[in-house]
């Protein structure tokens, strides 16, 4: 294990110093990379931040936190200790040793996996980019900056792998993931929830519970990779994702908690007045990151899924842990489909339907964050609750992108999907009352009034502390 190198250029435990050629290729990158972060990383500015800056990789002390300048936050490339007896857990080339280098016959697949990956990291950046401006509070405003030096560094991730393994291609490719940007009309970003605005903080919270959730599934499947080094950087990338879970669940908790709060207090079910968000909103909004959330884990069946299950390019959420033969070449799995224009299930080849295995899980763990906010309102003593739509409600991808379903999944005509989807998705009224509620709160210790104050504060230190020190 090379211990992490912070005299570089390039902080990094992957022995660049002795690559010079890759060197040369990554620090001829770093400026493209840097110039991008101005013009489309965090808008606000701020003289320093605390941050979590990695700087290695064992299970204890792998983060170092002090008030840095974002500008010089030094993104590095990490990627978890290698276990010289690994072998491929799944799929034709089980119980094989892991892979070193890139086979020639999944070169063009692995690296799709990583573009797509890559696309994903400084999209969300991008999206998040005019947040700062109104956050409800230095506490918040830092966590804000957290999720986008670490989203920039999960660039470098996937950059580092189509540089050290996919040559001219793949520093093209490099390029590319720079000249992409969310939302453009030319040249937009690839998968569709990374074209969405994140325009305010309630979306922003949604967005970090429901998106980068799906990060963390599909980073948990490429974990189970083949090819060690993409296996390897997931793992890592893995262990700072739990922060960008934290802020999302705790975000909406808190928003949940100071609802509740407020409808208690004025014993009324609409305390927009009292300057809170109406839980019908929340859960319009909860709709919305949700669905487009689901549309990210592909088709209910996919061919290209199964051919990357079988090359052992991309395993199953939790793979070693699943008791059946890891290669499913004779079983079967019922997906979600569309039959004879009704809602149903279909017996589909186990392999095909790995979307579908995926999204379950990850279906399974957003109820998991829904329970917690059910929690907050039972004990709050009211009545309402709120609950995950229908997985075939407002889809683009796959077996329900051509129809139209309520939340609680009935099918329904384009006519009266065009009269009611208002009352199921966010609609300009609700967008311009919950940004209308976002003023900034750049006080130290102070909080904006629709939403509670966090449980604890970050490493130790408590709400008040000054996490971020502005220009
Ligand atoms: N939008 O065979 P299918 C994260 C395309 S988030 C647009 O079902 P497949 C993060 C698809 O490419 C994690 N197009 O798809 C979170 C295919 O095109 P071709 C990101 C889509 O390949 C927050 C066609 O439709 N990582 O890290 O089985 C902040 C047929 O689809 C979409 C990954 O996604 C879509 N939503 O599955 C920061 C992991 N879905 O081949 C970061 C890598 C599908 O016909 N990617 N299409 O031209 C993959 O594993 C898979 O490619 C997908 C799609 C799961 C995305
Ligand atoms: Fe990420
Ligand atoms: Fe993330």
């Known amino acids: ?41 965090p808008a606000l500015n701020t003289k320093d931040v605390y941050l979590r800056t990695a700087v290695n990789v064992g299970r204890e002390g792998w983060a170092h936190f002090a008030h840095v300048p974002m500008k010089d936050y030094r993104w590095g ?27 020639g016959e999944y070169r063009a697949d692995l690296q799709r996996l990583i573009v797509i990956q ?18 409800p509070s230095l506490y918040d405003l830092r966590n804000l900056f957290q999720v986008n030096v670490e989203e920039g560094r999960h660039l470098w991730a996937m950059v580092y792998l189509l540089h050290a393994y996919f040559g001219r291609d793949g ?36 967005f970090t519970y429901f998106t980068d959730r799906d990060g963390k599934y599909q980073l948990g499947t490429l974990k189970e990779s083949a090819f060690d080094p993409l296996s390897r950087t997931c793992e890592f990338m893995l262990k700072e994702e739990a922060h960008h879970m934290m802020v999302g669940t ?17 014993d009324t079910d609409d305390p927009t007045a009292y300057g809170a968000i109406p839980l019908p909103v929340i ?5 919305f990151h949700y669905s487009v959330s689901l549309d990210l884990f592909g088709g209910e069946t996919s061919t290209n899924v199964a051919n990357y299950y079988t090359a052992g390019l991309k395993g199953r959420w939790m793979e070693e842990r699943r008791k059946d033969d890891h290669q499913l070449t004779d079983h079967s799995i019922m997906v979600d489909a569309l039959i004879e224009g009704q809602i149903a299930q279909s017996e589909v080849a186990a392999l095909t339907g790995l979307n579908t295995d995926l999204r379950r899980e990850y279906i399974a763990d957003c109820q998991s964050g829904v329970n917690r906010w059910n929690k907050i309102l039972a004990d709050a003593g009211l009545p309402h609750r709120l609950k995950l739509p229908h997985v075939a409600f407002n889809r683009k991808v796959g077996a329900f992108a051509g129809v139209q379903a309520t939340p609680d999944g ?21 967008k311009t009352f919950v940004r209308s509620l976002m003023k900034p709160v750049h006080e130290r210790g102070k909080i904006a009034a629709w939403i509670a104050p966090p449980r604890n504060g970050i490493n130790g230190k408590p709400f008040d502390y000054d996490y971020v020190h502005l220009t």
């Open 77 to 103: 490339i990490f990627l978890a200790e290698r276990d010289a007896q690994r072998t491929i857990a799944f799929g034709q080339h089980k119980g094989e040793p892991a892979w070193q280098q890139v086979p």
């Open 171 to 206: 520093r093209e490719e490099a390029e590319e993931l720079l000249h992409r940007n969310s939302g453009s009309e030319d040249a937009p970003r690839i998968l569709g929830a990374f074209n969405e605005e994140t325009p305010d903080w309630l979306s922003f919270f949604m």
């Open 283 to 287: 859960q319009k909004y909860l709709n």
């Open 118 to 135: 890559g696309d994903t990291e400084p999209a969300s950046v991008e999206q998040q980019r005019n947040l700062g401006a109104t956050a």
């Open 1 to 41: 294990m090379t211990t992490p190198d912070y005299g570089e250029k390039i902080p990094n435990n992957v022995g660049l110093r002795d690559d010079r050629r890759l060197q040369r290729a990554l620090e001829s990158w770093q400026p493209n990379f840097l110039s991008w972060w101005q013009s489309m990383g």
């Open 410 to 430: 009935d099918l329904i005509a384009e006519d009266e999907w065009a009269r009611k989807q208002r009352n199921w998705l966010p609609t300009e009224v609700d």
């Open 250 to 266: 705790t975000g909406v908790d808190r928003v949940v908690e100071r609802t509740a709060q407020l409808m208690t207090e004025n």
